[in-house]
């Protein structure tokens, strides 16, 4: 699934904002408030939304989301199974993404659908930034994690084997949240 142009498209209004949202295949609700709040047009037009969604072997949540994607035309969906272990093609499927059909976007959001973004202060704050810096260009902002320890108990949901990483600390990396 690819809404392509549909998202960016500056004829209606132009984009300030684009929120991509890592979410899950069978996440249609929080999908739903997604829309219906923190990021509707309605409040904000010049902020565009995408979903990130893996694939699943369930058939109906499949057929779901491709009537969910005809209704809201904000689903970008690749050949892989969603799951935890796969965030990272996930990940690169939204930045190549952005980088074919929304290029041309000022700022760029990358939230989880559990997260609720307070939009207002957001783009009050981004604004800021642009009167303050405005010949500001490929910048990140994060939550900068340091030193953080790599996790060896094989039971946890974050364990990644020596093979895997032999390093017992993580280099500097944004938080995925």
Request: charged share 20%.
């Amino acid at each position: 699934l690819n809404p392509e142009y549909s998202v960016c498209d500056n004829s209606s209004s132009p984009v300030y904002l684009l929120v991509y949202v890592h979410s899950g295949p069978t996440n249609y609700q929080r999908r739903v408030v997604i829309r219906e709040t923190w990021a509707t047009r309605t409040l904000f037009p010049d902020l565009r939304l995408v979903f990130m969604i893996g694939k699943t072997l369930d058939n109906n949540v499949m057929k779901a989301i491709e009537y969910e994607n005809e209704l809201y035309r904000d689903i970008v969906q690749e050949d892989f199974i969603d799951s935890y272990k796969n965030l990272t093609y996930k990940g690169i499927m939204a930045l190549k993404w952005i980088s074919i059909y929304c290029s041309e976007i000022k700022y760029v959001l990358k939230v989880d659908d559990d997260i609720v973004v307070n939009t207002f202060t957001l783009t009050n704050h981004l604004k800021s930034l642009d009167k303050h810096n405005p010949n500001q260009h490929n910048t990140i902002f994060c939550l900068l994690w340091m030193g953080m320890s790599v996790m060896r108990n094989i039971k946890s949901k974050w364990y990644i084997s020596k093979a895997d990483f032999p390093l017992d600390k993580f280099p500097p990396y944004c938080s995925g949240s």
